[in-house]
């Protein structure tokens, strides 16, 4: 989602026009859920996606279209139908998808400036979407934002009331479609992104970092070598630091619940040291790379030093899911792999 908010803010900037084609409603069983969404350019380009196949390419066709015409639309997909099931598609629910134009105007750089400022600050925030209906066709559409706050950037047309049920659901983790006089509104929920912490820049964090900003985190690299941790080797991350030593691992961080502490130092005791920082933090998840053996030699050194059953328990160790990975870029696979895992059952 991040990579769709800099290209809208890419798009503008250069005064071309696009579509915001984003799922608002789903049932059955379909290829994405609702607030999955991708852009539409004039010449048919697509940058995310709603699921592939006939939704998509038929979001894709009409885009084009209405970019044309400098219009919007609301397409209804049904996956059940005898046409559809004819193509061997295998989901069989329905879907709606609103198809926003979105003009290269001021107002609009302002609002979807401010979407991508969200993403890149890790603040929590809404995209909002206001779309009036006329004579159950599109008609105008306005954008906004709502920080955590409830302070509203934009121009749109909500009452009071209307303003206050929007505030009242932004703080929420899912998309929600609210009902209003003439149209109803679109609240997509930015929420804190997820933010991995590597300490060590080794070899398997090179993949790891890559692989971890692929996926929507926001990456940060730590190590006590300079020649290791630095831009060059991590043109991913978003922040790189290097240590004096890893015995100051977490100074100056402020860890929450939505953060992944990933330990993959050069050797057991610096892992130990790290490990021992991150379980005195609220990290929703620590996930340190080594054997078994090493793994219970540096648990047996904790459990000295007075930490608990409870706070072992925290720790994914060996780091990743089991695929039998061997080289540098598999071990990034299945690490990233259980911390996608992780992050969706956090979301249910």
């Known amino acids: 989602m991040r990579n769709i908010a800099h290209t809208a803010c890419e798009l503008l900037a250069s005064n071309q026009p696009f579509v915001m084609a984003t799922i608002i409603s ?43 015409h400098g219009q919007s639309a609301l397409i209804p997909f049904d996956l059940s139908v005898e046409s559809v099931a004819s193509m061997d598609m295998i989901c069989g629910g329905q879907a709606e998808v609103l198809l926003d134009y979105i003009a290269p105007m001021p107002s ?21 979407t206001v779309v009036k209906m006329d004579k159950g066709k599109v008609g105008d ?31 929420s983790s899912m998309i929600q479609t609210l009902s209003i006089i003439g149209g109803f509104v679109v609240v997509e929920p930015v929420g804190m ?7 060590g820049a080794g070899h398997v964090a090179q993949p790891t970092a890559h692989l971890a900003a692929l996926v929507g985190f926001s990456v940060l690299v730590a190590d006590d070598r300079e020649e290791f941790a630095n831009v060059q080797r991590f043109p991913d991350a978003g922040e790189i630091r290097v240590l004096e030593s890893f015995k100051e691992s977490f100074e100056g961080l402020d860890l929450g619940p939505d953060d992944y502490v990933v330990i993959l130092t050069r050797g057991h005791l610096h ?41 072992i328990d925290r720790v994914h ?3 990743g899911i089991s695929i039998d990975a061997e080289t540098s870029e598999e071990i990034g696979v299945s690490i990233i792999g259980e911390m996608i895992q992780h992050r969706a059952q956090a979301k249910k």
């Open 317 to 319: 160790s060996p780091i």
């Open 141 to 171: 559409i306005h954008h906004g934002i709502v920080s955590a706050c409830g302070e509203i950037i934009g121009d749109l047309p909500l009452t009071a009331i209307e303003q206050d049920q929007v505030e009242a659901v932004a703080s």
């Open 271 to 311: 892992d130990k040291t790290v490990l021992a920082q991150a379980l005195k933090t609220p990290a929703g998840y620590i996930g340190m790379i080594g054997s078994r053996r090493k793994r219970d030699a540096i648990y047996s050194a904790l459990f000295e030093e007075g930490y608990t059953q409870a706070d």
């Open 108 to 128: 609009n750089r302002l609002v979807f400036n401010n979407w991508r400022e969200l993403f890149t600050s890790g603040a929590s925030g809404s995209l909002l």
């Open 26 to 68: 789903h049932s059955g069983s379909t290829p994405r859920t609702s607030g999955s969404k991708m852009i539409v350019t004039a010449d048919g380009r697509g940058v995310g996606t709603i699921g592939g196949g006939i939704i998509e390419a038929g979001a894709m066709k009409k885009a084009v279209e209405l970019i044309e």
């Open 193 to 199: 992104i997820c933010r991995a912490f590597i300490f």
